[in-house]
T-cell receptor
Framework: AQTVTQSQPEMSVQEAETVTLSCTYDTSESDYYLFWYKQPPSRQMILVIRQEAYKQQNATENRFSVNFQKAAKSFSLKISDSQLGDAAMYFCAYRSAWRQLTFGSGTQLTVLP | GAGVSQTPSNKVTEKGKYVELRCDPISGHTALYWYRQSLGQGPEFLIYFQGTGAADDSGLPNDRFFAVRPEGSVSTLKIQRTERGDSAVYLC????????????FGQGTRLTVV
């Protein structure tokens, strides 16, 4: 079975600074997708960024980028120029083709003004 | 609709009662997922529908939990003889098709069993 591990229950960052959230996963499959979701207090999961495992190039979405290390099974999220609105719970998730999402336990991000 | 809609937003019920949680997916989305999120944890998979049929129900914890999607759109998660341990946020997500990678989530139903 696939597992996703987020070893940082809480992180904090100063506004306008950069922060990196860590995620590792375990799988024996070769075709899969990785995601970072943001969950504010409203509870709705919002997709931040996704990475296809077959792509070597790291995904980037505006201030959000990932460092995907396939051999190490590592998938970290970097948030640049942090804003107060970035404060939320962040979940790393894994999905193999045709299957459901498997989530990590989450990292609570606090942005300090 | 514009997004995935879940009702009710919050539900408080007494131990032993029966509850139904509703999910209205994005129009045209054939794949629908239910997840359960306990306090301080990530969501855990319960069941997945492709169209009207349950393609994977391996996450349902026991036979008190059941879900249907009779017309391939709205889905209802049903919990019989509720227990305090069933208290959690129940999230629903939909995606355009089985192979489509992006799932859109609703805001969940917070179930509290007292």
């Amino acid at each position: 079975a696939q597992t996703v591990t987020q070893s940082q229950p809480e992180m904090s960052v100063q506004e306008a600074e950069t922060v990196t959230l860590s995620c590792t996963y375990d799988t024996s499959e070769s075709d899969y997708y990785l995601f970072w979701y943001k969950q504010p207090p409203s509870r709705q999961m919002i997709l931040v960024i996704r990475q296809e495992a077959y792509k070597q190039q790291n995904a980037t979405e505006n201030r959000f980028s990932v460092n995907f290390q396939k051999a190490a099974k590592s998938f970290s999220l970097k948030i640049s120029d942090s804003q107060l609105g970035d404060a939320a719970m962040y979940f790393c998730a894994y999905r193999s083709a045709w299957r459901q999402l498997t989530f990590g336990s989450g990292t609570q991000l606090t942005v300090l003004p | 609709g514009a997004g995935v809609s879940q009702t009710p937003s919050n539900k408080v019920t007494e131990k032993g009662k029966y509850v139904e949680l509703r999910c209205d997916p994005i129009s045209g989305h054939t794949a629908l997922y239910w997840y359960r999120q306990s306090l301080g944890q990530g969501p855990e998979f319960l069941i997945y529908f492709q169209g009207t049929g349950a393609a994977d129900d391996s996450g349902l914890p026991n036979d008190r939990f059941f879900a249907v999607r009779p017309e391939g759109s709205v889905s209802t998660l049903k919990i019989q003889r509720t227990e305090r341990g069933d208290s959690a946020v129940y999230l629903c997500a939909s995606s355009l098709s089985e192979g489509n990678t992006e799932a859109f989530f609703g805001q969940g139903t917070r179930l509290t069993v007292v």
